[in-house]
């Protein structure tokens, strides 16, 4: 079967180790602002690094995206789904870069069906620097959101709720 000339371009490039190297910087910083990001919604002031190191460094990065997409919102933030987007993308290259044995050109036609992936990789380093700083800054912006602050309103769990859930842990777990 063939396939257009730029598949054959973007192969050659997600092979290259400037690029590889390149992405995978990228996501690993990506993943680490993913992780505090993650932190500043389910921890209380002075604990989120305690998150990052015991819980999120467990955490594979798809599940840790899962997790991203299902925290409940009140309104639709333009900010998280871009934060959102963009480390699908980082996440797709990031995986192909990282099993070579999947760089074939169905794959790579596949992966390049998102135009966006397709700059990225075809155009290299202006493209992926934007996309790169378009997720960081959504992250950031989403972290300073309303939606990320703590509910104040909110009642602390009293004696009961807390020898209950204990219980609840002995007898599940």
């Given at each position: 079967?063939?396939?257009?000339n730029?598949?054959?371009e973007?192969?050659?490039r997600?092979?290259?180790?400037?690029f590889?190297?390149?992405?995978?910087?990228?996501?690993?910083?990506?993943?680490?602002?993913?992780d505090?990001?993650?932190?500043?919604?389910?921890?209380?002031?002075?604990?989120h690094?305690?998150f990052?190191?015991?819980?999120?460094?467990h955490?594979?990065?798809?599940?840790?995206l899962?997790?991203?997409?299902?925290?409940p919102?009140?309104?639709?933030?333009k900010?998280?789904?871009?934060?959102?987007?963009g480390?699908?993308r980082?996440?797709?290259?990031?995986?192909?870069?990282a099993?070579?044995?999947?760089v074939?050109?169905?794959?790579?036609?596949?992966l390049?069906?998102?135009?966006i992936?397709?700059?990225?990789?075809?155009?290299?380093?202006?493209?992926v620097?934007?996309?790169?700083r378009c997720?960081?800054?959504?992250?950031?912006?989403l972290?300073h959101?309303?939606?990320w602050?703590p509910d104040?309103?909110?009642?602390?769990p009293?004696?009961?709720?807390?020898?209950?859930?204990?219980?609840?842990?002995?007898?599940?777990?």
């Amino acid at each position: 079967m063939s396939y257009p000339n730029f598949v054959y371009e973007a192969q050659e490039r997600l092979a290259k180790s400037e690029f590889v190297t390149d992405i995978l910087k990228r996501t690993s910083l990506l993943e680490e602002d993913l992780d505090f990001t993650l932190s500043l919604y389910f921890c209380a002031p002075g604990r989120h690094f305690t998150f990052m190191d015991i819980v999120s460094s467990h955490m594979q990065f798809n599940t840790k995206l899962k997790i991203l997409e299902s925290i409940p919102v009140r309104k639709k933030l333009k900010s998280r789904v871009q934060a959102i987007s963009g480390l699908r993308r980082f996440q797709r290259i990031r995986n192909m870069v990282a099993h070579p044995i999947l760089v074939r050109p169905s794959k790579v036609q596949s992966l390049c069906d998102d135009p966006i992936i397709k700059a990225m990789v075809l155009q290299f380093q202006k493209p992926v620097e934007v996309e790169f700083r378009c997720v960081r800054r959504s992250l950031d912006h989403l972290t300073h959101s309303r939606e990320w602050r703590p509910d104040l309103s909110a009642k602390k769990p009293n004696k009961a709720d807390q020898f209950l859930n204990f219980a609840h842990r002995i007898t599940y777990d």
